[in-house]
């Protein structure tokens, strides 16, 4: 049977959580990045005018104009620049996404699953539905304090992604609300026709919760950009799963099992992305005593001349 094992180019060592390089927008708008999990992500809002390629997007202030809109469009919370420019972004509409030229070359709007991918990464207990998608993740995307929240705000900001109460343009009663109370995020998947949404995501202040919701396309939501990946996929011929790690959770030792007789390079990454554990191996049967490290969660990297394999541990 044929296995598929994705190998991301470029993230041959990559950290687990840490701050990367910034990125500039066409505008000229700089922005942080980081490195969480096997993705890259902008660490802000993006607050461009104009598509990457040059092209102005409409800015539109009336709220009857905004909504009957089908075309691209952006906006500044109550449309004051001077106010709500950086690190609140700009709101833009679902049709300036659907361009697929918002973010900078070299980026886009993150799909659903890429989204998914995230709180999952944070959250191994999150669920991929219309539903509370993670009841704990929205702390570790947080910004901590209150200059960027309201009141109740926990967040932790333990992943670098530093989301701020950014609010919205709400297509319901035509208005903005939500500053430093909610913030939303468009992915760039509609739903599944014939209906007129798209999936998007939505944190509070006062709740850990991250939402995986469907809404409007005029409606006026954040985008935060995530960086293309070059990935090769190879086709390994094989009658059973070449790579097992257990047990996960682990208290004490991890054992990796290589059901092929070929040299691996294991590393075992920290939360800070510092390596905890490295070791070139030949065996089949491979253990790591992890009784000595502290509780939390881990990155085991496996990488052979051929593939490469990573897996989320939580230390117990």
Not at 248 to 253: D, Q, R
Request: hydrophobic share 35%; proline share 4%.
């Amino acid at each position: 049977m044929k296995k598929r094992y994705l190998i991301t180019i470029g993230f041959i060592v990559c950290c687990f959580f840490g701050k990367a390089q910034t990125v500039t927008d066409i505008d000229g708008n700089t922005y942080n990045t980081v490195h969480i999990g096997s993705q890259t992500w902008m660490a802000e809002n993006l607050a461009t005018t104009k598509l990457n390629d040059g092209t102005s997007i409409p800015l539109v202030t009336d709220s009857i104009a905004w909504f009957g809109l089908t075309t691209p469009g952006y906006c500044w919370y109550k449309n004051d620049s001077s106010n709500y420019n950086r690190p609140w972004g700009a709101l833009y509409n679902w049709f300036t996404v659907n361009t697929g030229k918002l973010c900078p070359t070299g980026w886009h709007v993150p799909s659903n699953t890429e989204w998914h991918t995230l709180v999952l990464f944070l959250d191994p207990a999150a669920q991929n539905c219309y539903c509370t998608e993670s009841s704990a993740a929205g702390n570790d995307l947080k910004e901590t304090g209150l200059t960027h929240w309201g009141n109740g705000n926990n967040g932790t900001n333990s992943s670098g992604f530093t989301a701020v109460g950014t609010g919205f343009r709400n297509y319901f009663n035509k208005s903005f609300q939500g500053h430093t109370a909610v913030t939303y995020f468009w992915t760039s998947t509609p739903n599944t026709p014939p209906y007129a949404t798209v999936w998007h995501r939505y944190i509070q202040n006062s709740s850990a919760n991250v939402y995986e919701y469907l809404d409007q396309k005029y409606q006026g939501m954040s985008v935060r950009c995530i960086k293309d990946s070059i990935t090769t996929v190879m086709q390994i011929e094989n009658n059973e799963q070449q790579i097992k790690i257990y047990p996960n959770p682990v208290s004490e030792k991890v054992v990796i099992m290589n059901n092929e007789n070929k040299e691996l390079s294991i590393v075992l990454y920290n939360i800070l992305g510092q390596v905890m554990f490295q070791q070139h191996v030949i065996n089949t049967k491979n253990e790591i005593d992890m009784s000595g490290l502290p509780e939390g969660m881990y990155l085991i990297k496996i990488i052979s001349a051929d593939f490469s394999f990573e897996q989320k541990l939580n230390k117990n």
